[in-house]
């Protein structure tokens, strides 16, 4: 990917070609991608603060428009993309492909196109003399932990400007979202004792014990859809708890020395999220009592791999009010997926997700952006471009 020129106009969807073309799937770097940006704005003469992760092979980066003294508006969009591998595309994921009215490419709607859109029209942003700055905020790991906004996230109001409103630019078909759950993910694993299944005093099966605690996190969904959240906001309605994965043993007649269970919990706002571990963690210690009787060396680890916090509805705040006015929204809906908005909010900064896009589009195959949505989604940045002026 050559690097950009100095003050080299990109149209979005020549942006976003750029963008596609970097393969930021989120197991792999995206350090070409954020020295591109970098040497993009430093092309117009806007610096950048990287916030790298702790092994030096991804990084967060943030640059303010305008006033470097006051809060203004967060401009939030993630870098990293879900994998291509066994999907089916008709064509290359990392070449922008448009037609029919829409731009084909991994990342192009969830979430390039957003980040591509505030890129491109940094030379607009940058002409108008902005009273009040536009800062972007692009991340890193969203798809794997939503960790990648923290660091940037802790230095507002300290080394960088403290926003007024932050909004983040998931796809939504630019309706404004409010609220969404929170996830929390945790890998579970049991150590037995091997020994013959016709002698199971003798051992102890990880296996037999994992299966309790599945049981128990089946029990747990089960009563969580006693409570339901009143609001009718979510679908489902309720706290959903979620074994996706549970391996162990080796034969069907050897007790198993190994059982791993990968699981997790997605609160409603509002909602303790420690109750869920908290309980799991107790049977748990019920299970490996009942182990050590005639195991002393068995074990049961808990680690959670994941903490995305949930977006609370926040009537009224600068954040929504400012997205109504771009938007042309009166009202406002809740996701069912999660996102780094949490981690805004979590952080007492006012906070949306509002972006061009569906999100039915994204993670799939031949993943595509309308080029309406595009407009649509240029058009509510030049609206924020006229607020931050006036």
């Not at 690097?3 to 393969?23: T, Y």
């Not at 700055?133 to 802790?154: K, M, Q, R, W």
């Not at 091997?194 to 029990?219: C, I, Q, R, Y």
């Not at 949930?310 to 929504?320: K, R």
Request: proline share 7%; aromatic share 6%.
């Amino acid at each position: 990917m050559p690097a950009p020129k100095a003050g080299e106009r990109l149209a979005p969807l020549d942006m976003l070609a750029r963008l596609v073309a970097f393969d930021t799937v989120s197991h792999k770097t995206n350090l070409p991608l954020i020295e591109f940006v970098k040497d993009y704005l430093a092309g117009w003469g806007v610096a950048c603060h990287r916030f790298p992760n702790a092994t030096g092979d991804k990084a967060a980066l943030f640059a303010t428009l305008g006033p470097q003294d006051k809060g203004g508006v967060v401009l939030s969009g993630h870098t990293d993309v879900v994998p291509v591998e066994g999907q089916a595309w008709s064509r290359d994921p990392f070449t922008l492909h448009v037609e029919d009215g829409r731009a084909y490419g991994r990342g192009a709607v969830d979430m390039k196109g957003f980040v591509a859109l505030a890129l491109a029209l940094v030379p607009d942003f940058l002409a108008a003399e902005l009273r009040t700055p536009i800062h972007l905020f692009l991340s890193y790991d969203e798809e794997l932990t939503c960790l990648g906004v923290v660091d940037g996230i802790a230095a507002m109001g300290r080394t960088l400007p403290r926003p007024t409103a932050v909004i983040v630019g998931e796809p939504t078909m630019l309706d404004i979202a409010d609220a969404h759950k929170g996830i929390r993910t945790f890998l579970t694993t049991i150590r037995g004792f091997a020994a013959h299944s016709s002698k199971p005093h003798l051992g102890a099966s990880a296996v037999h014990a994992g299966a309790l605690l599945a049981a128990e996190l089946d029990a747990m969904q089960e009563e969580a859809k006693t409570r339901p959240d009143g609001s009718g906001r979510f679908d489902p309605p309720f706290e959903t708890v979620h074994l996706g994965k549970f391996h162990g043993g080796i034969a069907r007649n050897i007790l198993a020395d190994r059982a791993e269970l990968a699981w997790e919990i997605r609160t409603l706002p509002g909602s303790d999220p420690e109750a869920g571990p908290a309980r799991f963690a107790a049977k748990a210690q019920g299970v490996l009592a009942r182990m050590r009787q005639t195991a002393p060396s068995s074990a049961i680890e808990t680690v959670m791999t994941s903490d995305v916090p949930g977006l609370a509805p926040d009537p009224g705040s600068t954040a929504e009010r400012l997205a109504m006015r771009l938007s042309g929204r009166n009202d406002t809906i809740a996701v069912a997926y999660a996102t780094e908005a949490g981690h805004f909010q979590k952080a007492g900064l006012p906070t949306v997700v509002c972006g061009p896009g569906s999100i039915d589009q994204a993670h799939q195959p031949d993943e595509y952006i309308t080029l309406e949505q595009l407009q649509a989604g240029e058009a509510f940045m030049r609206k924020l471009m006229a607020e931050c002026r006036g």
